[in-house]
C-alpha cells in the first residue's frame, strides 16, 4: 500500500505515535484473529476449513468424552493394527496408499461426504452384489418359484403405487392408504422400504418410479412424533442400503440429512435414547422407560452414516449405548427390556428374545460380521448373551420342540412369539465364529429353532403362523389366546429359512419357503393387495385390511434371496438390518486402500 504524503504529517507512519502505532496493530491483529476463528463457527464448517487448511489438519479422530476409548477402538484403522486385507493380502496395491483413513471431529456437524468414494467402496467387495446372473438359480423348478415371488412383489408395489402412493401402507380391501403415527409425518414409508428390493429383482421402472418419489417427494422437514426405532430400521436403512446398491448420491444425502435430525433422541443423562423423537421440534418427545430393542437396534445403521459423513458423532452415540449395557450388572447374565435413560438402571426384570428383546441380539453379532469381524466387544457381548439365552431361556417340550420362553424376573412365561423366530437365522449366522466346541452345536440349535417355528405354520388351518405360540396347558408352539391368533404378514420364520438355506443348503428350507408362498397366496393375498389375517387358525379367513412395508422389504425378499443363488447379495459382503437391508461389510482393507481400483462394474 502506498501513502501519500499529507501536509502536516511526517511521512514515517503517517505521522503516528509509538504508542499509537501499537494500539493500531494490536487491533489489526484482534481484528484478522476474530475473521479467522469465525470461520470454525459458520455451518458447515468444514468445507471452510478445507480451504484454509491441509487435509491432515482436518481430520483428527476426536471422540467424545465418555465413549472415548470404545470409540477409539472402534475406529482404529487396519494399518495402525497391521492389519491384512479382505482378500488375505498385505500388499500396498492401489493409489492412495500413504493416505491415513479420514476422521472429522464430532464438533464437525453436518455432511462431509466428499471423502467416501463409492468406486473405492465397490472395489472393496469380493462378489458383484447381483451375482454373476442376479442370482439367476440354475434350476427351472426353483427358478419358477423365484418368478412367482417377484410377481408378488409387483402386484404388492402395484396397488400401493395405484391406491396409496406417497403414503405410508396400503389398505388393500378399502384400496386406500395408510399413514399411521410411527414416522412423525414422513411419508412412502413403502417407497423406502421397497427401493432395494425392487432393484435386486430387476422391476426398473418400479424402481425408478420409486427412486423419482424420494427425488421429489421425500420431505424430511416433517413435524411430529415418530418412533426412532422405525424411523431408523426403514428410513435410514432403506436410503442406506439404495445407496450401497446403486450408487445413487440422492439417496446417500437424504440418509445422511435423517440421521441428523435423529441426533437429539440421544439428549439424555444418559445419551440412551428415549424411544421416540419429535422431528419437528428437534428433541425427544416420550417419557418414561426405553426399550432395549428399539435403542439396542442403532448400530449398524448409525456406524455406516459415520462412515458415509465422516463424522464420527453417529458412532460415538452407539458405542455410549453399547459402552453403559457393558458396564451394567445383568440378572444373571441377561438384558432385561426396559432400562431408564435417566438413571440408566432396568426398570423392570423381563427378558424375551421376541418383541421388546429381539434385535439386540441381532445387531450385537451383525456389528461384529459387520465390522469385518474386528468389533470384538459385540463379538464377546452376543456370545454372553447367548450363553445367558441358553441358560435361562432355552427350553424342550414334552413333544421335543426346542422354543426360547420368556422371563419375568426369573420366572419363566412358556410362550414364543413370531417375532422370536428371526433367532434361529441369527444363531445360524453366528455359528461359525463361536467357540469351536460350540460351532456345531449352534448350527444345531438354529436348525431347532427354525423347525419350531416352521411347526408353528404346520400347525394351524392355513398353514401360517400366529403372533405368539405357546408350550403349557398342553400347547405345543400353537396359540392358546384368541389375541395371539394373528398374522401380520410378518417375515421373522422365513427370514430364517433364508439364513439356514445358506448355511446348511438343506433342501427342506426352500420347500418350507415355498409352503408360505402358497399360503401367502391363499389367505393373505386379495383383490389388491396383501392383506394380514385375524386367525390362522380358520379358513374362513378376515383380513386386517393393510399390507405392512416390512412385507415388501423383508417377507419377499427373503423369499426371493431364499429361491436364489447364493451370490445374489453374498454373506460374506452383507449383513441385513433388521428391516432386511442389505448393508455392506467394512472391509479392512478398505482403509488400508489395498483394494483401491479392483473395482466391480455395475449391473
Ligand atoms: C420389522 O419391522 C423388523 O423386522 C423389526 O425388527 C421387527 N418387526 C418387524 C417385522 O415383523
Not at 52 to 60: D, V
Not at 150 to 168: L, Q
Not at 313 to 318: D, H, I, L, R, S
Request: proline share 4%; with cysteine; glycine share 10%.
Amino acid at each position: 500500500m502506498v501513502f501519500r504524503k499529507l501536509p502536516g504529517v511526517s511521512a514515517s507512519g503517517m505521522g503516528l505515535r509509538l504508542s499509537q502505532k501499537f494500539v493500531f496493530l494490536l487491533f489489526l491483529s484482534g481484528l484478522v484473529t476474530l475473521c479467522f476463528g469465525a470461520l470454525f463457527f459458520l455451518p458447515d464448517s468444514v468445507r471452510l476449513k478445507r480451504i484454509f487448511l491441509s487435509k491432515t489438519e482436518i481430520q483428527p479422530v476426536t471422540v467424545g468424552s465418555g465413549s472415548e476409548n470404545d470409540v477409539r477402538e472402534h475406529l482404529k484403522r487396519p494399518k495402525e493394527q497391521g492389519m491384512t486385507s479382505a482378500k488375505g493380502e498385505t500388499g500396498t496395491k492401489g493409489k492412495s496408499l500413504s493416505r491415513k483413513p479420514s476422521r472429522a471431529t464430532s464438533s464437525d456437524r453436518g455432511a462431509n461426504s466428499d471423502t467416501f468414494s463409492y468406486q473405492k467402496f465397490r472395489g472393496c467387495l469380493l462378489k458383484a452384489p447381483l451375482g454373476r446372473d442376479n442370482g439367476k438359480p440354475g434350476d427351472p423348478q426353483t427358478n419358477e418359484r423365484r418368478e412367482k415371488v417377484k410377481e408378488m412383489m409387483k402386484f404388492a408395489w402395484d396397488n400401493y403405487k395405484r391406491y396409496a402412493w406417497g403414503k405410508n401402507e396400503l389398505r388393500p380391501l378399502t384400496r386406500n392408504g395408510h399413514i399411521g403415527n410411527m414416522f412423525g409425518g414422513l411419508r412412502g414409508a413403502s417407497i423406502i422400504d421397497s427401493l432395494d428390493t425392487l432393484y435386486i429383482m430387476g422391476l426398473m421402472e418400479e424402481y425408478n418410479d420409486a427412486k423419482e418419489w424420494v427425488q421429489t417427494n421425500l420431505d424430511l422437514n416433517s413435524n411430529g412424533e415418530a418412533s426412532l426405532f422405525e424411523v431408523n430400521i426403514r428410513y435410514v436403512g432403506g436410503l442406506l442400503s439404495a445407496y450401497y446398491l446403486t450408487g445413487e448420491e440422492l439417496f446417500k444425502n437424504k440418509a445422511m440429512e435423517l440421521g441428523e435430525k435423529l441426533l437429539p433422541a440421544f439428549n439424555t443423562p444418559t445419551g440412551i435414547p428415549r424411544g421416540v423423537i419429535n422431528l419437528g421440534s428437534w428433541g425427544w418427545a416420550s417419557a418414561g422407560s426405553s426399550i432395549l430393542a428399539e435403542f439396542g437396534t442403532l448400530h449398524l445403521e448409525f456406524v455406516h452414516l459415520t462412515e458415509l459423513s465422516n463424522n464420527p458423532v453417529y458412532t460415538e452415540k452407539v458405542m455410549n449405548i453399547r459402552k453403559l449395557l457393558n458396564k451394567i450388572e445383568k440378572p444373571h447374565g441377561l438384558y432385561p427390556n426396559f432400562l431408564s435413560p435417566v438413571s440408566g438402571n432396568w426398570v423392570q426384570h423381563h427378558v424375551s428374545i421376541g418383541g421388546l428383546g429381539d434385535s439386540f441380539y441381532e445387531y450385537l453379532i451383525k456389528s461384529y460380521l459387520m465390522s469385518d469381524k474386528t468389533d470384538d466387544d459385540a463379538k464377546r457381548m452376543y456370545y454372553g448373551a447367548l450363553e445367558a439365552i441358553e441358560a435361562n431361556l432355552v427350553q424342550k417340550s414334552p413333544g421335543g420342540l426346542t422354543y426360547m420362553a420368556e422371563w419375568r424376573g426369573g420366572i419363566l412365561d412358556h410362550k414364543m412369539g413370531h417375532l422370536a423366530c428371526f433367532s434361529g437365522g441369527m444363531i445360524g449366522i453366528g455359528a461359525d465364529d463361536g467357540a469351536p466346541e460350540k460351532r456345531q452345536h449352534y448350527l444345531d440349535l438354529a436348525a431347532e429353532i427354525t423347525h419350531t417355528c416352521h411347526e408353528s405354520y404346520t400347525r394351524s388351518a392355513t398353514k401360517l403362523g400366529p403372533e405368539a405360540f405357546r408350550f403349557d396347558g398342553g400347547a405345543e408352539a400353537t396359540a392358546t389366546r384368541l389375541s395371539d391368533r394373528y398374522y401380520i404378514l410378518r417375515p421373522e420364520v422365513i427370514e430364517s429359512y433364508m439364513y439356514m438355506w445358506r448355511l446348511t443348503h438343506d433342501p427342506k428350507y426352500r420347500e418350507w419357503g415355498w409352503e408360505a408362498v402358497e399360503a401367502l397366496e391363499q389367505h393373505c393375498r386379495v383383490e389388491s393387495g396383501f392383506s394380514g389375517i385375524r386367525d390362522v387358525y380358520t379358513m374362513t379367513v378376515s383380513h386386517d385390511n393393510m399390507q405392512q412395508s416390512f412385507f415388501l422389504s423383508e417377507t419377499l425378499k427373503y423369499l426371493y434371496l431364499l429361491f436364489s443363488d447364493d451370490d445374489l447379495l453374498p454373506l460374506e459382503d452383507w449383513v441385513f438390518n433388521t428391516e432386511a437391508h442389505p448393508l455392506p461389510i467394512i472391509r479392512k482393507s478398505f482403509f488400508s486402500g489395498a483394494c483401491y481400483g479392483l473395482s466391480i462394474p455395475f449391473q
